[in-house]
């Protein structure tokens, strides 16, 4: 009979003794200890050991020391300092007065937690797709002889019927798609390159990553970057064409000429969008009844807006030149007004956590940065109205013209406008000429969904600004009244949710413009800026009751 003692492969020993079974864990010099060899650990002299039982291993987190208080962990960040850490005395200094801090445990948690999805997702969903991708160009190139092989034979018997008078002819086309079949390998091989480039690094963030998790130091794990922005923008699929030869009939005085051409090599990209559905992890599926979690009151009596800040804040604004921020138990953190003193008409938070509004009174986008509120856009016989930040980083803004005949949509870069989506292939408005507010969201395929109330539509448009469809109304006997969206959000799922405030209610469409269902409980009263966190959990705000409602809408 096999010994259990030796056998049993799950069976952790004492790396003291070597011998007896473990009992229990020193959290700061992560040692395996029985109940028999404790004492002996801890007898060093050393005053930092934490013994703690086996299961709860690696549970006690390891906080930075305070560079002005040596004495003291840094158990809190200052948001007022660019997050930096402080402990409990630096809380009560001058240098901190009246700023606001969080709790260094809760934010370790949330980034470890976005670590876990980071991971996931570039194991699960990113780096597929890159190993995809460099199989096929792969399989181009292994293609490719094959492929200029056939192109020469065809080539080659129309020479035959040539002869002798051809041959200078053939020797020199010969030559020319020697050239073009070298161009084309080389664009395959620079662009499989360029993708195992990333793949490399993908393994090393995934790497780096797997030591982050595993660790519980606090100063890596806060100070971690999610890259899941630049490695999700996906290279564009490279169409490199098979030039082709077309044979003509011949003629001795024009033998060059009317041997036939080759077609220059036509080199295309076609855009490459990750799908979310490829990760089955990533699914999530309606809830049958959506639920309330928390309603936060802002006091306003017109509410117009709200964005998130981050899990536990959300910005809000209405008929006022107040700013609010609050946390979800509905506690004010922060008040802003306005450089104008007149309400904004939209806010906005960019992948900095920088608030931005715009400013109808000034023709003016601006960020409000540290307190101090900077210009980033001025316009000229345009109002900026409706704000949205895509995901790499640019500003899509729906604006009206001073005489409010005309409405369109302008994406920036920074300070610089990079396109504009006013009209569709036959020269229409896609969007009603008026001053009524236009919400707009990008969707997770780069869709460009905006709310026109005066038109009682979606209109989605492609990253191009093409037109891909408008959404009018769902037909419903308890619907009855007019439908005139305002606010517009997206989820995980590339779902679409827009607020139909006259029938008090949320329409649910999926990315293509099909209705899937309302959300009509919840109590919900004239709702109408929407968002949504990085949880799927939806803000709704209620215009005259001037609450902001938070609702799970998905299992």
């Not at 609050?326 to 956590?353: A, C, E, M, Y």
């Not at 109590?523 to 800026?529: I, R, V």
């Amino acid at each position: 009979i096999m010994d259990p003692r030796t056998s049993a492969q799950d069976v952790h020993r004492c790396d003291l003794c070597e011998t007896a079974i473990v009992h229990s864990y020193c959290d700061f010099c992560h040692v395996n200890l029985c109940m028999s060899c404790i004492g002996k650990h801890i007898s060093d002299g050393y005053d930092k050991h934490k013994i703690v039982p086996f299961q709860e291993r690696r549970s006690t987190l390891v906080y930075p020391k305070c560079r002005t208080h040596p004495q003291k962990n840094c158990d809190l960040l200052c948001k007022n300092c660019d997050n930096v850490f402080v402990c409990s005395s630096c809380t009560a200094s001058e240098q901190h007065r009246e700023h606001l801090f969080v709790d260094v445990t809760e934010v370790y948690k949330t980034k470890k937690n976005n670590i876990e999805k980071d991971t996931e997702e570039l194991k699960n969903l990113i780096s597929p797709k890159y190993k995809e991708i460099a199989m096929d160009l792969e399989n181009q190139l292994a293609n490719l002889d094959g492929g200029y092989e056939k192109l020469t034979t065809t080539m080659s018997k129309q020479g035959e019927q040539w002869h002798r008078e051809i041959d200078i002819v053939i020797n020199k086309m010969k030559t020319d798609i020697s050239d073009i079949k070298e161009k084309h390998k080389d664009i395959l091989q620079k662009h499989l390159d360029e993708i195992k480039q990333i793949q490399s690094l993908i393994k090393q963030t995934l790497l780096a990553l797997k030591e982050i998790e595993k660790s519980t130091a606090v100063a890596p794990t806060i100070e971690y970057n999610s890259k899941i922005r630049e490695f999700s923008k996906l290279p564009p699929e490279l169409q490199v064409k098979l030039p082709t030869y077309i044979p003509k009939p011949i003629d001795r005085e024009k033998l060059y000429s009317l041997f036939g051409q080759i077609t220059p090599l036509s080199t295309a990209t076609k855009e490459n969008v990750l799908s979310q559905n490829q990760a089955n992890t990533l699914v999530r599926e309606l809830l049958d009844e959506p639920e309330l979690v928390a309603t936060i009151q802002t006091g306003y009596k017109e509410l117009l807006g709200v964005t998130c800040l981050d899990e536990d804040g959300v910005w809000t604004h209405g008929f006022t030149k107040k700013i609010k921020c609050f946390n979800i138990n509905g506690s004010l953190l922060q008040t802003i007004g306005t450089k104008s003193g007149k309400r904004p008409n939209d806010i906005v938070v960019n992948s900095d956590g920088d608030l931005l509004y715009s400013d109808w009174k000034t023709r003016t986008v601006n960020k409000v940065k540290n307190g101090q509120i900077e210009e980033l856009i001025r316009l000229q016989g345009w109002a900026p109205f409706n704000l949205c930040v895509t995901s790499t980083g640019d500003l899509l803004v729906t604006m009206y013209s001073n005489d409010k005949t005309q409405s369109k949509v302008v994406r920036y870069s920074g300070s610089t406008e990079k396109q504009t989506i006013q009209f569709d292939d036959e020269g229409k408005p896609l969007y009603s000429g008026n001053s009524y507010e236009k919400y707009i969201t990008e969707n997770r395929n780069h869709d460009i969904c905006v709310t026109d109330h005066e038109a009682g539509a979606v209109v989605v448009v492609y990253q191009d600004g093409k037109l891909r469809w408008r959404y009018t109304v769902h037909p419903s006997a308890t619907k009855n009244k007019p439908f005139n969206p305002y606010g517009i959000t997206t989820d995980s799922q590339s779902r679409i949710l827009t607020a139909d405030i006259y029938n008090h209610c949320i329409h649910i469409l999926d990315q293509n413009g099909q209705f899937l269902r309302y959300i009509d409980n919840c109590g919900l009263e004239d709702p109408f800026g929407l968002c949504v966190d990085n949880n799927d959990n939806l803000f709704v705000c209620e215009y005259y009751k001037g609450n902001v409602k938070k609702i799970k809408f998905l299992r």
